[in-house]
């Protein structure tokens, strides 16, 4: 078992994640996501010839990642094998040589994909798009959450990043920081009243889009491919919302209406967004915090996101010398 149930900090209908390990399988590396009595599992299967190559390679690739066996909680290894495995990956996953090839860079990556994102929100501006200008300065810091987390070596749950987050940042001392980025994404003061209308809009834009895929042969075909697909996209959610954490519904209904269009082109839907079904740009853009979009909102969050990430950029170089400090 891993997860937020391995880790003991799992909420009131937290997912239930497992990876099975097996001697043989017609994959090497398989994921597959269901309902059962209200709770969704998640299961991940691995041949242990795959585990035991990533642990030679030191997890220099994905499939496998560290997080599909470290941490854990073993339910049935009479070999004690699935224990020595997750014992070397949490070396692995502790070791410099991890941190620099795999987190470091990965944030390194994150800045230039901001720096980028904020070029093009730059540019829109000009032809007048203030809408893509708004979405592409809040795509600039739409991430930095997670990697902040990473580059701690914090945790990650992708339900309470949110919370995660701002707990990180108090203890370096940038509770302002943290707000000012939430401030930035239109996550300001949110509260129970306020998260239930962002939740109804991706609601809707969820109920529609189903209707509307179901009468699409190619999401027909695809969904036989990937049959647990479409639930991935609000199977935590309302979880979150009953147990008080709205800063974290707000902050995943962006990602889970992004999942809605990576689907909807992964079939072939490019044109963006789709006329049909009816209301479905009106709802995209709630979702996204994007309906009031104008020249002065979009200034003034493209000014907030450049200094933002160069406020994190800075506390990014401070958690790298830290984090080598400790490792030594």
Known sequence: MTGSLAKGDARVGSDIDMTIV???????????RMKIE???????CITLDTLKKAIESGYDGFPPGPWDVY??????DPQGILKDISEKTGKIWNSREY???????????????????????????KRKDYTSAIDSSRSALGSWAGTILETTRTP?????????????????????????????????????????KRLDNLEQLLSISRNFLLDNPKFREYIAKHPSRP????????????????????????????????LLEEIGITEWPPKNPKSF?????????????????????????????????ELLQTIFERQMYEDK
């Open 38 to 44: 209200g709770r969704y599992l998640e299961i991940i």
């Open 156 to 196: 990650l749950s992708a339900s309470k990043i949110a919370s995660l987050f701002k707990n990180v940042m108090r203890e370096f001392g940038e509770n302002d920081l943290a707000d000012q980025l939430f401030s930035a994404l239109d996550m300001k003061d949110i509260d129970e009243e306020e998260a239930g």
């Open 22 to 32: 097996l001697n043989q399988a017609d994959k090497s590396y398989s994921f597959e």
């Open 281 to 313: 740009a009106e709802l995209y853009s709630k979702c996204n915090n994007l309906d009031e979009a104008n020249q002065d909102l979009a200034n003034n969050t493209l000014e907030e996101s450049v200094s933002i990430i160069a406020k994190l950029k």
């Open 71 to 76: 941490p854990c909680k073993v339910l049935h």
């Open 231 to 262: 639930d991935f996209l609000d199977s935590w959610i309302n979880p979150m919302f009953e147990a008080g954490y709205y800063l974290d519904v707000v902050f995943n209904i962006p990602y889970h209406a992004g999942l809605l269009r990576f």
């Open 99 to 125: 941190y620099e090839r795999e987190i470091k860079k990965k944030a390194l990556k994150s800045l230039q994909d901001a720096d980028k994102a904020l070029e093009k929100a730059g540019e829109s501006i």
